[in-house]
């Protein structure tokens, strides 16, 4: 049975910074795709970054570029998502997803890409 587990949101000022973690069971990381996206108050869930299968390097969203990192440890089987200068518009819940195959291109960006989930974690940022 495959889980992810979320943790490390909370509540920042403007400017401050996070470390998601998502632990995943049932799965091994390099299996295929990881990904991070977010759902923030009364919108859709949106991609914010994605590592592909094959070492390919990790895809961030525009809005979080320069700011966000995803990484992840094969032995811990742990997703990371750092994130810095945070700002109002980073506030959502953040989910990490797992494909479990190899994947690649646009679907990799897409929600519906994705088989598996974590429950999610809150992020707030004030202003």
């Known amino acids: 049975q495959v889980q992810l587990g979320e943790s490390g949101g909370g509540s920042v000022q403007a400017g401050e910074s996070l470390r998601l973690s998502c632990v995943v069971s049932?799965?091994?990381?390099?299996?295929?795709?990881m990904g991070w996206f977010r759902q923030p108050p009364g919108k859709e869930r949106e991609v914010v970054a994605v590592i592909f299968s094959g070492g390919i390097s990790p895809y961030y969203a525009d809005s979080v570029k320069g700011r966000f990192t995803m990484s992840q440890d094969n032995a811990k089987r742990t997703v990371y998502l750092q994130m810095s200068s945070l700002k109002s518009d980073d506030t959502a819940i953040y989910y990490c997803?797992?494909?479990?195959?190899?994947?690649?291109?646009?679907?990799?960006?897409?929600?519906?890409?994705?088989?598996?989930w974590g429950q999610g974690t809150q992020v707030t940022v004030s202003s």
């Open positions: 997803a797992a494909k479990g195959a190899p994947c690649g291109g646009t679907r990799a960006l897409r929600a519906g890409g994705y088989n598996y």
């Open positions: 049932g799965l091994m990381l390099n299996d295929g795709c």
